[in-house]
C-alpha cells in the first residue's frame, strides 16, 4: 500500500488548522503516494500501520490498489531481529524523536512565518545559539513572545509539539518559562 494525502489532507498541512499531533502531521507529510508501508515504518516507527489507518479513517490519506500484504510483513520481521541483538531498542527509538535540534528548527520555522520584527529578532538570536544553554535561552525567550505575535490556540499547539519533541531535561526549563496565552 502506498498511501497519498487527499484533499482534506492538503488542506490541513497547508493552514496548520487540525488537531494532529506531531507524529500525525510527519506522516501526513511523508505520505507521498511513493513511499510504501515498509518505508514509512522505517522513517517513523513500528506502529506506522495503526497511524496510517487512523488518518485514513479521519479522511486525510487514501490508499491505492497496490497489495498490502508485501509491504507490511518486512517491517515486523526487522523489529523482531532487533530486540533479540539488543533489547533497549524500543525506549531508544522513542528517545531518538526527542532532540534539541528538531526543536530548534521547529521554533526557526514557526519564527519564520511570523511577519513581525520581533520574530525577525528572535530567529537571528535562535539560529546564532550554538550552546545548548544558549538554545534553552533562546527558545524561552521565542515561546514567551510568541503569544504577542500569533493567537492562543497556535501558541497552545506550538508548545504541545514542543513538549512532543523537547528532550525531557529541558521540558521544564523551557515551557515554564513560557506560560500560556491567557
Do not use: F
Not at 526487522?78 to 539488543?86: E, L, N, Q
Request: proline share 9%.
Amino acid at each position: 500500500m502506498h498511501p497519498h494525502k487527499t484533499e482534506l489532507g492538503h488542506t490541513v498541512l497547508q493552514t496548520h488548522r487540525a488537531a494532529l499531533d506531531l507524529r500525525q502531521r510527519r506522516a501526513l507529510i511523508l505520505c507521498d503516494g511513493k513511499r510504501s508501508l515498509a518505508e514509512l515504518s522505517g522513517m517513523l516507527g513500528n506502529d506506522v500501520p495503526e497511524l496510517i489507518a487512523q488518518l485514513r479513517r479521519e479522511g486525510y490519506l487514501q490508499a491505492d490498489a497496490a497489495p498490502a500484504p508485501l509491504a507490511v510483513p518486512p517491517a515486523p520481521a526487522a523489529v523482531t531481529a532487533a530486540p533479540a541483538s539488543t533489547p533497549a531498542t524500543p525506549p531508544a527509538s522513542v528517545e531518538r524523536r526527542r532532540s534539541m535540534v528538531a526543536a530548534r528548527i521547529y521554533v526557526l520555522d514557526i519564527l519564520a512565518l511570523q511577519r513581525n520584527p520581533t520574530a525577525a529578532q528572535l530567529h537571528k538570536l535562535l539560529q546564532a545559539a550554538r550552546e545548548e544553554g544558549d538554545t534553552v535561552n533562546a527558545l524561552k525567550l521565542a515561546l514567551s513572545h510568541l503569544p504577542a505575535m500569533t493567537s492562543a490556540g497556535y501558541t497552545e499547539r506550538v508548545r504541545g509539539r514542543l513538549q512532543e519533541v523537547l528532550p525531557e531535561a529541558h521540558l521544564t526549563a523551557v515551557l515554564e518559562a513560557a506560560p500560556l496565552p491567557a
